[in-house]
């Protein structure tokens, strides 16, 4: 009788009849994650998810059990991808800096690449997270992040070139803002200012902000002035005004 094959590291391949479950359960995966971040959990409708994943409405109710639970599968795909995408990184502790400069594109290009990442969480929490509380582990889908980032600055600081007195949470938190805010309200925030803030030049500009924003916080040291004009040609080395000249004491109220 011949033995299950194997993969690479040992693991025993998925026959075809799994390999089948397994590509109709990512196909109807993916078509309803096209579907939820465009109309959202109470206008995505199982047929509309069906027909795009060219499936049946059944498989959905067979895999997931509900629609809320294949939107809750979503959210944790989502999550999951992300995740993977984040542990392909090539990160070195002994290069703290430069590794968290990595970490720190890597979340803003996700952003970018990824608009039904934002639109998803939107959404999410616009119901105040009523699904992804249901999740069987919600936390272990921001550890991956979060240890790498531990990792790196816990490196960086016993090489004395990052504070030790930082919080995991709190740059985790200013990373993940930094590179969310400006996808999640790039259409409103285009017509406010009156450019386009999602072109390849704006999020050039914005990634790099970003970055140095991230080092000025984690450093011990003040992270050198870039001597070149920034691309608004303003200068980019701000120095503090001095204050305004006090006003002299009248004459009369001196006499008096």
């Known amino acids: 009788m011949p033995r299950p094959a194997k993969t690479a590291d040992g693991q025993r391949k998925p026959g075809v009849r799994e390999q089948a479950v397994i590509a109709s359960r990512a196909n109807l995966l993916r078509a309803a994650t096209r579907i939820f971040a465009k109309h959202g959990f109470a206008g995505g409708r199982v047929g509309q998810i069906s027909k795009a994943a060219k499936s049946y409405d059944r498989m959905i109710y067979y895999y997931f059990g509900s629609k809320e639970g294949l939107y809750i599968a979503v959210i944790e795909d989502i999550y999951r991808r992300m995740n993977e995408a984040e542990e392909a990184l090539a990160l070195d502790e002994h290069q703290p800096v430069e590794s968290l400069k990595t970490v720190v594109r890597f979340v803003c290009g996700y952003y970018r690449r990824h608009p039904e990442f934002v639109t998803l969480l939107n959404n999410e929490n616009l119901l105040q997270g009523r699904h992804i509380a249901k999740m069987q582990s919600a936390q272990q889908y921001s550890s991956p992040a979060i240890s790498v980032l531990q990792l790196l600055l816990a490196a960086g600081a016993a090489q004395g070139v990052f504070r030790d007195d930082l919080a995991v949470h709190d740059v985790y938190m200013m990373i993940a803002a930094l590179g969310y805010f400006p996808q999640s309200n790039r259409f409103t925030l285009s017509e406010f200012l009156g450019q386009r803030i999602d072109d390849a030049a704006a999020s050039a500009r914005w ?42 004491k009248s004459s009369s109220a001196t006499s008096a």
Do not use: C, I
Not at 210 to 230: F, G, I, K, Y
């Open 207 to 248: 990634e790099a902000f970003v970055v140095d924003a991230v080092l000025r916080t984690v450093m011990r040291e003040p992270v050198p002035h870039n001597d070149s004009p920034s691309p608004h040609g303003e200068n980019p080395t701000w120095q503090k005004p001095p204050p305004p000249p006090r006003p002299e």
